[in-house]
Nanobody, 123 residues
Framework: VQLQASGGGLVQPGGSLRLSCAAS????????ISWYRQAPGKQRELVAT???????SYVDSVKGRITISRDNAKNMVYLQMDNLKPEDTAIYYC??????????????????WGQGTLVTVSS
């Protein structure tokens, strides 16, 4: 599977963005997909995860502001981000794990990664 992330940009604090992750190749419907982010000078951080069955999880800092969803018919995963804060500024990556036997909390478990898309939250 190959992933292509898009939708990043510059937004003011309190604004919204929707990131998209387009998948190509076989295996997407059975994959767990996550969004990670990496801010300048910081380690890569898991933001949100959605399993093949649609179960979602979020890092505490984004709960209530960010929603992950997927459309298996279109091979797409989305990250709706609302009430954005300057600390959300980062490069956002989507990544996938075949099946659901490996923990999505461990970056090394991912089988494939997309390129990043830059989100900048600034006035």
């Amino acid at each position: 599977v190959q992933l292509q992330a898009s939708g990043g940009g510059l937004v003011q604090p309190g604004g919204s963005l929707r990131l998209s992750c387009a998948a190509s190749g076989r295996g997407f419907p059975i994959s767990t997909i996550s969004w990670y982010r990496q801010a300048p000078g910081k380690q890569r951080e898991l933001v949100a995860t959605i399993t093949a069955g649609g179960r979602t999880s979020y890092v505490d800092s984004v709960k209530g502001r960010i929603t992950i969803s997927r459309d298996n018919a279109k091979n797409m995963v989305y990250l709706q981000m609302d009430n954005l804060k300057p600390e959300d500024t980062a490069i956002y990556y989507c990544a996938g794990i075949y099946g659901n036997t490996k923990s999505p909390a461990i970056a090394l478990n991912y089988d494939y990664w997309g390129q990043g898309t830059l989100v900048t939250v600034s006035s």
